[in-house]
């Protein structure tokens, strides 16, 4: 492929990543449309938070334009490692304190700095034995990627200090649709759905007036040692008034990490069911739910009976990502 072959494929990748939906706001304040990205931390920000970004210094976060900047294919790939804002928020934003607030598009520039030199250069939001000293690779200025630089401490703090574990691997859920979701409008709803696990919350887009509606959305949540169940609800999104809740549903987690910590490293072997969330009077599931190695991957695909309302189901995709990854 010549040259120019490369960028443009290089950049059409890029925009791709960019189109997912936890890529649309900016990471930090949530700015829509960011058009800038920290190629070494594996995050798009808006150009007001672009601004704290270099000022970090290129050592703590390497700032591109998505659009004017020439990119490596190293700066490329450690993008897609790391899989865009809400990946990266579910580890440098594991430790929010309660009632924390982030600031907004609007902020001041003093409370967006404030911010973000706690949320990089400091690494307050992670418990201090999980901190991570960046060191720029020998090969080029660009950091090592942000999944291994947060694996290697978690590792490292895990082997040194006996008790000191928080967390044991990533779960990627994969939200795919809604069928026959409740009415909470004239005629219709404005759909989303939140994920939460521990402390940690994730949301899906709003469609709008759909009682069908196809995310596709992939988001990310960390795994603490002590972990419970991975509960979900669905809203309908209101302009003027508190949203309305669509029902409700828990999923048990452990079936797909036992299965997944049993078989060790997936990649050893082909494509293979290895457990299953048996459907019960006190769970959710709509029918049994296998565990499976697809492609080298731990997945898990289920569909749930939303509770505590008159109708409505959901459909996701679960994935386990262990530490070693």
């Not at 704290?52 to 290129?58: A, I, N, Q």
Request: glycine fraction near 8%; charged fraction near 25%.
């Amino acid at each position: 492929m010549s040259e120019l072959g490369r960028r443009t494929s290089g950049k059409r990748r890029l925009k791709d990543l960019l189109l997912k939906s936890d890529n649309r706001i900016c990471a930090d304040c949530g700015a829509p449309d960011p058009k800038w990205a920290s190629a070494n931390i594996g995050v798009f920000i808006c150009l007001k938070c672009c601004g704290v970004h270099r000022s970090l210094g290129t050592h703590i976060s390497k700032v591109l334009s998505v659009t004017l900047d020439d990119w490596s294919d190293e700066e490329i790939d450690a993008m897609f490692e790391v899989g865009g804002n809400s990946s990266a928020n579910a580890i440098y934003e594991a430790f929010l304190p309660e009632g924390f607030s982030k600031p907004g598009p609007d902020s001041s520039h003093e409370e967006r700095s404030r911010f973000i030199r706690s949320k990089y250069e400091l690494q307050d939001f992670l418990k201090p034995s999980l901190r991570i000293v960046s060191v720029p690779s020998r090969k080029s200025s660009l950091q090592s990627s942000f999944s291994r630089k947060i694996m290697d401490g978690f590792r490292t703090s895990n082997s040194s200090q006996e008790g000191m574990v928080e967390f044991i691997g990533l779960l990627k859920v994969k939200v795919i649709k809604g069928s026959n979701l409740a009415i909470r409008d004239m005629l219709s709803s404005d759909p989303y759905v939140v994920l939460t696990l521990g402390q940690q919350t994730v949301q899906t887009n709003v469609i709008r007036s759909n009682l069908n509606p196809t995310w596709n959305e992939e988001l990310m949540l960390s795994v603490p040692q002590s972990y419970g169940p991975l509960k979900l609800k669905v809203f309908d999104h209101d302009t003027f008034s508190a949203d309305d809740i669509m029902g409700e549903a828990e999923v048990d987690i452990q079936p797909l990490i036992t299965s997944a910590m049993a078989f060790g490293d997936a990649g050893m072997f082909g494509n293979m069911q290895i457990g299953k969330w048996l459907k019960s009077h006190d769970n959710a599931l709509i029918d049994d739910s296998t565990i499976n190695i697809v492609d080298g991957k731990v997945k898990q695909e289920l569909s749930l009976k939303l509770q505590n309302v008159e109708s409505g189901e959901v459909d996701l995709e679960l994935e386990w990502m262990p530490l070693e990854q």
